[in-house]
C-alpha cells in the first residue's frame, strides 16, 4: 500500500505564506517525481509544480517568483513553500508521484487526498 500523506494548507491572507509538506510512504520501490497540481471549483486540474530525481524544476508560469518547491524525492519527502499569495491561488493542492511500488508496478500519477489552500482577499 502506497500513500502520498499532504500536511500544511490552510487560511491565509492575500500577501501570506503557507508550506505545504508531501511525504510518500508505505511499500515504495522508488520515486521519480514528486509535485503539486492544484484545482479550484469549476476549473482543471492544473500544475503547480514538479520535481524529478535529477533535480529538474519545473513551475507553473504563475507560481515562478513566488513558490518554491524542495526537498529530497530520494528520501521521498518534499515542501512547497509559497509566498506572496493571492486570492486566485485558492484551491485544493493535491500532491502527485510517479513510482514504482515494491511489487515492481509502475504508477506514472499517483495522487494525494489533497489539502484545501484558501487566501483571502
Known amino acids: 500500500q502506497v500513500q502520498l500523506v499532504e500536511s500544511g494548507g490552510g487560511l491565509v491572507q492575500a500577501g501570506g505564506s503557507l508550506r505545504l509538506s508531501c511525504a510518500a510512504a508505505g511499500s515504495i520501490w522508488t520515486v521519480n517525481a514528486i509535485g503539486w497540481y492544484r484545482q479550484a471549483p469549476g476549473k482543471q486540474r492544473e500544475l503547480v509544480a514538479i520535481?524529478?530525481?535529477?533535480?529538474?524544476?519545473k513551475y507553473t508560469d504563475s507560481a515562478k517568483g513566488r513558490f518554491t518547491i524542495s526537498g529530497d524525492i530520494s528520501k521521498k519527502n518534499i515542501s512547497l513553500e509559497m509566498s506572496k499569495l493571492r486570492a486566485e491561488d485558492t484551491a485544493v493542492y493535491l500532491c502527485t508521484a510517479a513510482l514504482v511500488d515494491s511489487t515492481y508496478k509502475v504508477f506514472y500519477d499517483y495522487w494525494g487526498q489533497g489539502i484545501q489552500v484558501t487566501v483571502s482577499s
Open positions: 520535481r524529478t530525481t535529477a533535480g529538474n524544476t
